[in-house]
């Protein structure tokens, strides 16, 4: 359980692993129909306890909602601290359907990464062409709602770098995490389902995916979000 009156905006490795796995199942009760969040083990890393399960969160071949179709008012989370949210309900091969005809159908892996610097949850990502061509930066950003694009340049809660991924030692893209806190203590802060014994921290990474999926057009369920008062 989280204090919210002394708390800092971060999570341990032990709290990370909870919410991931609540996330996931979560995800997989309300999202049928779509790539679904998988656990992916892996070996120690420095800084991780000894009786910690290591590993990631794992949701591969996505293909982002179109943008033309997305619901884009100025309404958005990171400027108005508003989280609003819509199921995606076609797929296809295990993937988010697009349906966008200007541009060539890429594909995305999604990975949420624990850092240890940071003490945050992490979204590392690449993108691809059917063929396995990898996009470059200024590719996905024609693949991402205009609004986001927009915000990615000004904001100061997150922009995208890229970096080693600290689990697969190659360069992937990622949302960088140094507002995470700040826009994580502001968001379960008004929380209305904030008890007096504070906040569980199950509901951490389904309230962050509520801010960074929609980078990507990926929102969260309303059945989700209106879920984790009772995880």
Same mark, same amino acid.
């Not at 059917?130 to 024609?142: P, R, Y």
């Not at 970096?163 to 140094?178: G, K, M, S, V």
């Given at each position: 359980?989280? #204090?919210?009156?002394?708390?800092?905006?971060?999570?341990?490795?032990?709290?990370?692993?909870?919410?991931?796995?609540?996330?996931?199942?979560?995800?997989?009760?309300?999202?049928?129909?779509?790539?679904?969040?998988?656990?992916?083990?892996?070996?120690?890393?420095?800084?991780?306890?000894?009786?910690?399960?290591?590993?990631?969160?794992?949701?591969?071949?996505?293909?982002?909602?179109?943008?033309?179709?997305?619901?884009?008012?100025?309404?958005?989370? &990171?400027?108005?601290?508003?989280?609003?949210?819509? #199921?995606?309900?076609?797929?296809?091969?295990?993937?988010?359907?697009?349906?966008?005809?200007?541009?060539?159908? #890429?594909?995305?892996?999604?990975?949420?990464?624990?850092?240890?610097?940071?003490?945050?949850?992490?979204?590392? @990502?690449?993108?691809?062409?059917?063929?396995?061509?990898?996009?470059?930066?200024?590719?996905?950003?024609?693949?991402?709602?205009?609004?986001?694009?927009?915000?990615?340049?000004?904001?100061?809660?997150? @922009?995208?770098?890229?970096?080693?991924?600290?689990?697969? #030692?190659?360069?992937?893209?990622?949302?960088?995490?140094?507002?995470?806190?700040?826009? &994580?203590?502001?968001?379960?802060?008004?929380?209305?389902?904030?008890?007096?014994?504070?906040?569980?921290?199950?509901?951490?990474?389904?309230?962050?995916?509520?801010?960074?999926?929609?980078?990507?057009?990926?929102?969260?369920? @309303?059945?989700?979000?209106?879920?984790?008062?009772?995880?």
């Amino acid at each position: 359980m989280i #204090n919210i009156s002394s708390w800092d905006g971060t999570l341990s490795a032990a709290e990370f692993y909870v919410a991931a796995c609540a996330f996931s199942e979560l995800w997989k009760k309300f999202n049928l129909a779509l790539p679904q969040w998988s656990w992916i083990p892996s070996s120690k890393r420095p800084g991780i306890p000894f009786n910690h399960v290591e590993g990631y969160l794992s949701m591969e071949n996505v293909i982002l909602p179109s943008f033309e179709q997305e619901d884009y008012q100025g309404d958005d989370l &990171m400027e108005k601290e508003e989280y609003s949210c819509s #199921n995606v309900d076609e797929f296809i091969d295990d993937a988010i359907l697009v349906q966008n005809y200007c541009h060539e159908v #890429n594909h995305y892996d999604f990975h949420i990464v624990y850092s240890t610097s940071y003490r945050v949850p992490v979204l590392y @990502f690449r993108a691809y062409r059917s063929d396995g061509q990898t996009l470059l930066s200024d590719k996905i950003e024609k693949d991402i709602p205009p609004n986001s694009a927009k915000l990615l340049m000004k904001s100061k809660w997150t @922009f995208i770098t890229q970096e080693e991924h600290p689990q697969l #030692n190659r360069p992937w893209y990622t949302l960088h995490p140094c507002g995470t806190t700040d826009w &994580m203590k502001l968001l379960l802060t008004n929380e209305d389902s904030v008890g007096q014994d504070g906040v569980a921290s199950e509901k951490y990474m389904v309230s962050w995916f509520s801010v960074v999926g929609q980078v990507f057009g990926l929102k969260i369920p @309303f059945e989700m979000l209106g879920n984790i008062g009772t995880l």
